[in-house]
T-cell receptor, first 112, second 112 residues
Framework: DVKVTQSSRYLVKRTGEKVFLECVQD?????MFWYRQDPGLGLRLIYF???????EKGDIPEGYSVSREKKERFSLILESASTNQTSMYLC???????????FGEGSWLTVV | AQSVSQHNHHVILSEAASLELGCNYS??????LFWYVQYPGQHLQLLLK????DPLVKGIKGFEAEFIKSKFSFNLRKPSVQWSDTAEYFC??????????WGAGTKLIIKP
């Protein structure tokens, strides 16, 4: 069974803080993704990575950066958190083929 | 522009009622179509997917969807819903994992 694990389920951070969201997958998947999920907006892709140290911007990369130093780990970084980044963040992974995307349970981030 | 439209943001049904959730897409080229479900407090998981072949696709838990190319639609159906089907349902379309376009989601509430 594929497992995508996000390190924190619930976080509360102050405006201006640096925030790290960690994600680990155990299926040796090449592709990893970070989405944010907001009511009425569905899922919006922030960044994805198709290999170690490789990354591509998604639809809403502004205010975020990512790091993929190891195949199994993909980190999302908010350099200076702002209140409009309060959201649910979803990590996912998949193989390069037209295959299923596997999601983590999500991280609820509140920026106050 | 590429887009996925889910007609209803909220649907409320009684147990044993029939379900149909609408999904229309706008996408150039060959399209793959997906329905994902997110049960309360759980991660997103794949319900069913269409890549090619038989346009009537059967998924888990008695769900099915029909790809109608002429209508650019991929509606999700279930003949008799249960209370445990209460969840949020997302339609997605794309040519590859990198290019998935997500609908805004439909929250389904089943009254016992």
């Amino acid at each position: 069974d594929v497992k995508v694990t996000q390190s924190s389920r619930y976080l509360v951070k102050r405006t201006g803080e640096k925030v790290f969201l960690e994600c680990v997958q155990d299926m040796d998947h090449e592709n990893m993704f970070w989405y944010r999920q907001d009511p009425g907006l569905g899922l919006r892709l922030i960044y994805f990575s198709y290999d170690v140290k490789m990354k591509e911007k998604g639809d809403i990369p502004e205010g975020y950066s990512v790091s993929r130093e190891k195949k199994e780990r993909f980190s999302l970084i908010l350099e200076s958190a702002s209140t409009n980044q309060t959201s649910m963040y979803l990590c996912a992974s998949s193989t390069p083929s037209r295959n299923t995307i596997y999601f983590g349970e999500g991280s609820w981030l509140t920026v106050v | 522009a590429q887009s996925v439209s889910q007609h209803n943001h909220h649907v409320i049904l009684s147990e044993a009622a029939s379900l149909e959730l609408g999904c229309n897409y706008s996408y150039g080229g060959t399209v793959n179509l997906f329905w994902y479900v997110q049960y309360p407090g759980q991660h997103l998981q794949l319900l069913l997917k269409y890549f090619s072949g038989d346009p009537l696709v059967k998924g888990i838990k008695g769900f099915e969807a029909e790809f109608i190319k002429s209508k650019f639609s991929f509606n999700l159906r279930k003949p008799s819903v249960q209370w445990s089907d209460t969840a949020e349902y997302f339609c997605a379309a794309g040519g590859s994992n990198y290019q998935l376009i997500w609908g805004a989601g439909t929250k389904l509430i089943i009254k016992p």
